[in-house]
C-alpha cells in the first residue's frame, strides 16, 4: 500500500469502523429512536431533507468562515502588538484571559438584544469572539520568543522593521499560527451553532437542530450533527493544506 | 578620517541593569588596518559580544567613538557581514535562499544572476557543492555554519564580524572551517573581526590578537602573529606557535587575576632552552601524528 491510498482509506476505515459500531450498539440496545438514532435512520432523514441541509450548511459555513477570518486578522494584530511590545503585553494578557474564561452561551442573549435583529452579524460576531483567542496567543507568544540573533542578521545589514517582520518574524511564527488556527476552526463552529440555537432566528444547521427537535424528528437532529462533523473536517482540512503551502518547512521527515 | 578600515577610540559603555550601571568597556581603543584579520580573545562576560555589537552599528557606545572605512558609525551598515555562534538559518528557506537573503537588503552593483553565481561559488568554495536546494535542516552542525559563513560574505562586505562562529562546533569540524577561513581569504581579503575564547583558533586564523582584559575591559594585550605565508593545521604544533599560545594564555590569565605581569614566559629564551617541557622536541618540529607522549600537540594541553 503506498503513502497516497493509505492517507485517504486509513481515515474512511475508521470512519466506516464507527459509524459501524453505532449501528450495532443501537440494534444490540434496541433503543428507541428518540433515545438514540441510528446512522440507518439518518439516510431517510438526509434525502428528505437535502435541499435544506444544502441552504443550512451553506448558511452555517460561510458565517463561520467570515468569523474564523476576522478571528484571524484580529488575534493576528492583537498577536502582534502582545508579541513586540512587553508593556501590551502584561497589560493585554488578564484581559483577554478574563475575556475569554466568559462562556460565550451566556454571551449569545446579550448580543442578540445589543444588535436585534442583524442575526448574521450577530452569528458572525460570536464565532470571532470565540475562535480568537487562541491565534492571539500563540502569535504573541511566537514573535516574543524570536531569537534576538535572527533579528540582528538583518538589522546589522540595516533592514527596517518592517522588513525583518515580513522576512523573519512572520514566516517563523506560521507554525505556531496554524496550530492555534485548527483550534480555531472547530471553536467557530461552535460559535456559529450557539447563536443559531440559543438565539433562533431561522437560518443555518442550527435551526434545522431546532425544528427537528420541535417537531420530534430525532432522527433529524442526528443527521444535523453529522452535518456539522462533516463540514468542521471539511475546514479544517482547508487549514491543513494552507499548512502545507505557507508552513510545511516545519514538519520534519520521520527518521 | 581614518587610515584604518576599523577603528574604535576610547570606547567606554555600560548596560543598564536594575542593580544600576554595568560597566562593560573601558577606554577601549583599537585599530584595524583593512585586510587584516584581528581576533579578540578574553575572559568569559569581558564585553567581546557587546565590541561586535558595536563595531556593526547596533548598539552606540556610551562615549566614544567607532569608525568603520573613515565613516563614524551611527547605525547598521550594509558593508558589514556578520556571523554568529548560532548559524541563524532560515528554516523555511533554502541554502541558496538563505546566502542570497543579504541581497534582499543591501542595494548591490551585482545583479540576481551574478549574486546567485557567487553564492554557488561560495558554495563550492566551503565544500557544500550540491547543497543549494537543501533545507536547513537537512545540514549537520558544521555544515549549517559553513552555509552561515556564505551568507555573511554574500554582498562583499568590506568588514566581516565573526561572533564565535565555530564555538558550538566539535574539534575536528572547527579545523576544518578553520582552512575554509584561509581558503575564503585567499580568495578574496576581508578585514575580519574574530571573537572567539580558542586560543589556538586566534593563533592559527588571525594577524593580530588582541587580549582584553576583565570587565569593564580594555585592549590587555596585543599579539602580531608572524606565520608568513598560507597556514597549515601543522604550523599550530611548532615551538613559534606554541610559544605564542603560552604567551596568550599568560594575558588570559593576567586578565583573569590568577597571574601577574611577573610570572610572564620569557620570550627571550632561545628555541632549544624553552622551558616548557610540553613544547616539542625542536629537531622534530612536525611530530608524527598520535606519538605518545607528546601531549602538546592535544588542544586541552595548550589551553
Redesign the interface.
Known sequence: MNDTTRKILAPIIAILLVLGFWEWAVWYNDLPNFRMASPSDLIPAFVRYWDLFLIKSWETLWRTVVGLGIAVIVGTLIGMVMGFSRLAREGLYPLLVGFNAIPKATVVPIVALMFVGQHDFNTILIAFMISFFPIAVSVSIGLSTL?P??R????????SKF?IFW??AL??T?PEFFGALKVAVTLAFIGTNLMEIVSPHGRGLGDLFDSGRISADYPLMFAVLLALAFLGILLFYVVVFLEKIF?G??E?GQS | MSDYMIELRDVTHAYKTDAGPLPVLDHLSLQIPENRFCAVVGPSGCGKSTLTRLVSGLMRPNKGEVWLHGQKVTSPRPTVGMAFQNPVLLEWRTILQNIMLPMEIVKSPMSKAQATERAHHLLDLVGLTGFADKRPSELSGGMRQRASLCRSIIHKPDVLILDEPFGALDAFTREDLWCTMHDLREEEPFTCLLITHDLRESVFLADQVIVMSDRPAHAQYVLDVDLPGKRTLDDLYTVQAVKMLATLRHEIQVAQGRATAADAPDPHVPDPHVPDRQVPDPQVPDPAPGQRGDKSTTPGALQ
Open positions: 531569537e540573533e535572527y540582528d542578521i538583518l538589522r546589522s545589514l540595516g533592514a522588513t522576512k523573519i514566516p517563523k506560521l508552513a518547512w516545519a520534519r
